[in-house]
Nanobody, 122 residues
């Protein structure tokens, strides 16, 4: 069964760091792009960034550029989201997802993880 499983969420103070992990299983994902999205209460799901499995090219939303870093470990079928200098507005449920291209539109992603909660406190 093909699936994505996120982990690593939690509670962190503003200015702190947190690292999320997304493990892909079931088949190889080498031709895909893995995206990170987040959704805060009462808000739409928002693109955070993406990475291509094969060459590792990354894409970021302006709101996280310079603070968040996406990487992958092909051998472990794992994608990471390193979040530094976290802000209160980064509080959300974070999801990883699979797509054929680094789309910003969540509708272009066909496989999603269950999400992991990130809460940033003051």
């Amino acid at each position: 069964q093909v699936q994505l499983v996120e982990s690593g969420g939690g509670l962190v103070q503003a200015g702190g760091s947190l690292s999320l992990r997304c493990v892909a299983s079931g088949r190889t994902f080498s031709t895909y792009v893995m995206g990170w999205f987040r959704q805060a209460p009462g808000k739409e799901r928002e693109f955070v960034g993406a990475i291509s499995w094969n060459v590792g090219r990354t894409y970021y939303a302006e709101s996280v550029e310079g603070r968040f870093t996406i990487s992958r470990d092909n051998a472990k079928n794992t994608v990471y989201l390193q979040m530094n200098n976290l802000k209160l507005e980064d509080t959300a449920v974070y999801y990883c997802a699979r797509s054929a291209r680094p789309y910003i539109d969540s509708g272009e992603y066909d496989l999603w993880g269950q999400g992991t909660q990130v809460t940033v406190s003051s």
